[in-house]
């Protein structure tokens, strides 16, 4: 920066100020009228102008060439005047106030003078008295700082609608255009901006479009980026659709803020071309999805003007040739297990909720006593910036883990609290006051077909599929034809960016809604008097999806199987819940048969053992066709082993074997079979020759999967008794079966039954051979009861090996993980582990063993797992 040349000489070279906007100069003495400088700053900026305000300080340039500097490159001069006349400088006869005044000639000016001034400096009563003389220039009194900036607000923009409502010749001021200030600095975005300046920053690109729902950010994305990349235009004038409603007045708005004036019958926006011709402009349009169609008007300005740049925010794609798309999506939020404050403290929602919560209390602190609850509402909220600044907003009256509280009083309208939220803001725009009304804009923007498809995919707990809206989107006649065309009118929900496309990693997208949009869009969803059968419809496909999946889980798309599935989890259990809420036995059961593998295998057993439950008691369970009454009985005794009460499971397996035999179920016959094995003491004799039927009853049904599962058990109870031989052949075949259906988990558990027979037969090395193996598919399937299986394996060959206390502290793991899932052991292998157990006592005492357990309890299983193998490969003690 260098110093400035004299006004009068020229245009000085540039000394910027913060930004490129409309400026005003405010001249006063410093510390004397310091509160009224204040105020005059606050009303500059409340109008989205800029403040130049010279200040003391070590400054590389003598002060009179910086306010000179910023006066010349500054539009209105606003004057202050108390008593003091100001500082006289080195080498200069008028004080800088007197000299900022002389400068500023020419300009639109403002001057205001406290009164009443008994001590006023007569320099200053003269130099006042010599401006009211020349004329030109009015004085207005005040009397205290804050009715000053009232008057200051009010006349500025009295001032602004009546000078610079007119085109000006050339820049610079409105001619070269203005920005209006953000209220409040954008959080992150970093990504989006590089993104959006890069296009800008390519001449061939004339439209750029940030989409994407209301309140996600569009416009202060929009003024961050036309702001970065102001420095290269001529001009850069933004044009404020949101009070427009009828597209006819486009361009009248796009006119006025370029500062072009009606003349004859000349359309518009050919004025708007002839002004814009030549320069290299920008236009920062928001706001333009209610009066979209107006939009091919704007590409034709932009073919008459090769070097203007059309930047928009919109809600929904504009259509149109050359147009660039940049969706914006929410901010980043915690992940589900982040919840402390190292963990959130640089997560883009969070820091968006702190800083707009201490704008409300300066008080508010991001601490480990708030990291979590704030994580769990920026979550909950779905990162939309918009929401998070409205909750956090309320931190004065409502704490973080209160308005959480509230948000989870009721399971029904979890999200009511956060869609009513209202911006104690006043210069909010009415359209973002509540989240409710910021959805509503964009909802009143759809057609009938698209409103009705948005009610009905709110029913979609977590997205849904192509197949899955189209059965759940158009209501059908008797003949099978749908009121809607669900694939078209998808895509203009997409368009409207009220639903996402996600890349669910197989090709086929899943479509999202915020899950404020989804609470929004279920409201409307009652209105209309549609969900009974639009959740009818949901729950039904969901079921015939879970019977193709149930097979498919045994062939070779049993991935692909288990990708949809997880991707389907919410709903299925959102569906689940409804179907025993209405009474619906058979659709319940319908939707659960099919998948019980799938369940255990994620860890679901607690929660589908009380559903099951459940449904046996509602009164349609009383006329379940005998198929599906047996597969429910069967489902809950296995369910009731599997959490450690086989005593209560037998009575609901006395018949069920007959039954399914009469029926020609294979399948059912050998699980009932199994579980009623399962419900027997593991010495009872009956119990390996039933398991033994139970087999061959299930390699007849085909599915090699259940044989696998079944033959695992067969292979415990053959350990328990000694048989090592048996239980490494029934072991073997049915690993062997779980690897030809891809179930990894399945098969970790079969490994870990193989390394016990190896220890039991005292061949240590092959038992770690296939513990190796064993945790390498428990880790890459994250099993956590598989885990605790292997940590028991593990803690045995540890025990052979002479490390007790390790082995203590490996099984204090296993017992942990087990409690933490709520699953029990399956009788054969509880026989295992409490032969481990007392074996561990004996060796330590029971108060050391006890110790020991805890402090592998603390470890965790994960960790119990890599300080054992670390140890196994150092040969020293593992951490405890």
Excluded at 70 to 75: D, H, M, N, R
Excluded at 384 to 398: F, H, I, K, N, S
Excluded at 414 to 421: C, E, G, Q, R, T
């Amino acid at each position: 920066m260098t110093a400035a040349a004299d006004v009068s000489g020229g245009p000085p070279p540039a000394i910027a100020t913060p930004d490129r906007r409309l400026r005003v100069f405010v001249s006063s003495t410093l510390e004397e009228l310091a509160a009224e400088r204040r105020a005059v700053r606050d009303a500059v900026v409340r109008l989205r102008l800029s403040p130049v305000m010279f200040e003391l300080g070590a400054r590389p340039h003598p002060p009179r060439d910086l306010y000179r500097a910023y006066l010349a490159q500054s539009e209105v001069f606003v004057g202050v005047y108390g008593d003091r006349y100001g500082w006289v400088g080195p080498g200069m006869t008028v004080s800088g106030i007197e000299d900022e005044l002389e400068l500023s000639a020419g300009m639109p000016r403002l001057l205001y003078v406290r009164t009443p001034a008994p001590a006023r400096d007569p320099r200053l009563a003269r130099l006042l008295q010599r401006v009211q003389a020349e004329g030109g220039v009015s004085t207005t009194p005040y009397r205290d700082p804050e009715r000053l900036g009232e008057q200051v607000a009010d006349d500025l923009a009295v001032l602004l609608s009546e000078r610079f409502s007119r085109a000006a010749p050339a820049p610079p001021g409105l001619a070269a255009g203005w920005l209006p200030t953000p209220p409040t600095p954008m959080v992150d975005r970093t990504a989006e901006l590089a993104t959006v300046t890069a296009l800008l920053g390519d001449p061939a690109v004339r439209l750029v479009v940030l989409t994407g729902p209301g309140g996600i950010g569009k416009t202060r994305l929009a003024l961050a980026a036309a702001a970065a990349v102001e420095p290269l235009r001529d001009g850069t004038w933004f044009v404020d659709l949101a009070g427009v409603r009828d597209p006819a007045d486009v361009p009248g708005a796009v006119a006025e803020a370029v500062g072009v004036s009606a003349e004859g019958s000349r359309p518009l926006l050919d004025l708007v071309a002839d002004r814009l011709a030549g320069r290299r402009a920008l236009l920062v349009v928001d706001n333009l999805e209610q009066v979209a169609s107006a939009a091919p008007g704007l590409a034709t300005l932009l073919a008459h003007c090769p070097r203007t740049q059309l930047l928009a925010t919109s809600r929904t794609v504009l259509r149109l040739r050359g147009e660039h798309d940049v969706p914006i999506e929410p901010l980043g939020t915690p992940g589900p297990r982040d919840a402390g404050l190292a963990a959130v403290t640089a997560v883009p929602a969070v820091e968006l909720f702190v800083a707009r919560a201490q704008q409300a209390d300066p008080a508010f602190r991001l601490t480990d006593a708030t990291a979590g609850p704030v994580a769990e509402l920026v979550r909950r909220l779905d990162g939309l910036p918009l929401a998070v600044e409205l909750a956090a907003a309320r931190v004065r009256t409502l704490p973080p883990r209160s308005l959480l509280a509230r948000l989870d009083r009721a399971l029904d309208r979890a999200l009511d609290l956060a869609l009513d939220l209202g911006d104690p803001d006043v210069d909010v725009p009415d359209r973002q006051r509540t989240l409710r009304a910021t959805i509503a804009w964009s909802h009143d923007l759809l057609d009938e077909r698209g409103r009705a498809l948005l009610a009905r995919l709110s029913v979609c707990a977590d997205g849904c599929t192509l197949d899955t809206a189209e059965a759940v989107g158009a209501s059908r006649d008797e003949d099978g034809a749908g009121d809607l065309d669900v694939l078209e009118t998808l895509s203009d929900l997409v368009g409207h960016s009220l639903v996402t496309p996600t890349d669910t990693g197989d090709g086929e997208p899943r479509f999202r809604m915020l899950e404020l949009v989804r609470t929004y869009a279920a409201e409307r969803l009652r209105e209309r008097g549609e969900e009974e059968a639009t959740r009818t419809r949901w729950a039904r496909h969901l079921a015939g999806l879970g019977a193709e999946a149930g097979a498919g889980l045994s062939g070779p798309a049993a991935r692909l199987w288990r990708t949809r599935l997880d991707a389907e989890t919410a709903d299925l259990r959102a569906a689940l819940r409804w179907a025993v809420a209405t009474d619906r036995a058979e659709l319940a059961v319908r939707l659960t048969a099919p998948l019980v593998r799938w369940w255990w295998a994620r860890g679901l057993l607690p929660a589908m053992a009380e559903l099951a439950e459940a449904t046996a008691a509602l009164p349609s369970a009383a006329t379940l066709p005998p198929d599906l009454a047996g597969r429910l009985a069967w489902a809950r005794a296995a369910l009731r082993i599997a959490l450690g009460s086989p005593g209560t499971a037998a009575g609901l397996v006395d018949g069920l074997v007959d039954g399914a035999r009469s029926r020609g179920d294979a399948w059912l016959a050998g699980h009932g079979l199994s579980a009623l094995a399962m419900t027997l003491p593991p010495a009872d004799a009956r119990v390996g020759p039933m398991l033994d039927e139970a087999l061959e009853e299930l390699r007849r049904s085909g599915d090699g999967w259940s044989v696998a599962f079944s033959g695992m058990l067969r292979a415990g109870v053959a350990l328990a008794g000694g048989d090592l031989a048996a239980a490494e052949r029934v072991a073997g075949e049915a690993r062997g079966l779980a690897a030809a259906a891809a179930d990894d988990q399945l098969a970790a558990l079969l490994s870990d039954t193989l390394a016990q027979a190896a220890l039991m037969a005292g061949d240590l090395p092959r038992a770690r051979a296939r513990l190796d193996e064993a945790v390498a598919l428990h880790r890459r399937t994250r099993d956590l009861e598989g885990a605790a299986a292997c940590l028991e394996v593990l803690a045995a060959l540890t025990l052979a090996l002479g490390r007790q206390e390790a082995a203590a502290r490996l099984a204090g793991a296993a017992e942990a993980a087990r409690a933490g899932l709520g699953v029990a052991r399956w009788s054969p292998h509880q026989a295992l582990a409490d032969r481990l157990r007392a074996a561990l006592r004996a060796a330590l005492g029971d108060d050391a063993e006890a110790r020991e357990r805890a402090a592998g309890a603390a470890l965790g299983p994960w960790a119990a797992l890599d300080a054992a193998l670390e140890e196994e490969r150092d040969g020293e003690p593992a951490p405890g």
